[in-house]
């Protein structure tokens, strides 16, 4: 069956270190998200991609880059992270203006 | 540019009752989605909306549209305790492309 995935589901990191949070997706759908949630926020779009070599800015994209070499994968990176980037991070896909779809989310912590 | 307002952010209910969620929107909005979330668990799509007075129904729950008052709701029918989740609403409209705005989300707790 097609699929999102994420990885790492949990991660623990230092402040300003570089971290990178995979997100891969076996639909071959066009359209990927990342998201980040916090608690009274809902969710916050940070970058998302409508087709390979594209990628544009979110809501809240201050300190995160994505890419998109391919379909199946846009790969979230942290270039030095901040304590105020801890948070669960949901990537999503979607084919055209339809139903996105979320996978199981990372969680990760900066001390 | 588009916001999304849900109200209540929290609802306490007893097993049997009906509740309705509220989620309104501040600019046209072309499509509306209700997502569930189990604690710890990724986000479930429930409803799409696409039109003006779209109702649709799946078990206990009931999303409807209005457009013209910017105002989705998620009516819950004889709550049981599996219903117990949090509930987003999203907004999205052609010329934003195809993201989504999300509402803060609704924690929604079934009492036996």
């Known amino acids: 069956d097609a699929e999102i995935t994420q990885s790492p589901r949990h991660k623990i990191t230092e402040t300003g270190r570089q971290v990178t949070l995979a997100c891969h997706q076996t639909?071959?759908?066009?359209?990927m998200f990342w998201y980040r949630q916090d608690l009274g926020h809902g969710l916050r779009l940070i970058h998302y991609?409508?087709?390979?070599?594209?990628?544009n800015k979110g809501e809240v994209s201050d300190g995160y880059s994505v890419s998109r070499s391919n379909t199946e994968d846009l790969p979230l990176t942290l270039e030095s992270a901040a304590s105020s980037q801890t948070s669960v991070y949901f990537c999503?896909?979607?084919?055209?203006?339809?139903?996105?779809?979320f996978g199981p989310g990372t969680r990760l912590t900066v001390l | 540019e588009l916001k999304v307002e849900q109200n209540p952010l929290f609802l306490s209910m007893q097993e049997g009752k009906n509740y309705t969620i509220y989620c309104n929107y501040s600019?046209?909005?072309?499509?509306l989605y209700w997502y569930r979330q189990d604690p710890g668990k990724s986000l479930e799509s429930l409803f799409v909306?696409?039109?003006?007075?779209a109702v649709k129904q799946e078990g206990r729950l009931m999303a409807s549209l209005d457009t013209k008052a910017r105002l989705s709701t998620l009516h819950i029918t004889a709550a049981v305790h599996d219903l117990s989740a949090t509930y987003f609403c999203?907004?999205?409209?052609?010329?934003?492309?195809?993201?989504?705005?999300f509402g803060a989300g609704t924690i929604l707790r079934v009492k036996s």
């Open positions: 999503a896909s979607s084919e055209n203006s339809d139903t996105q779809y």
């Open positions: 639909w071959n759908h066009n359209n």
């Open positions: 991609s409508y087709g390979v070599q594209d990628t």
């Open positions: 600019t046209t909005s072309d499509r």
């Open positions: 909306l696409l039109s003006n007075g």
């Open positions: 999203a907004g999205g409209y052609m010329e934003y492309g195809n993201k989504l705005v």
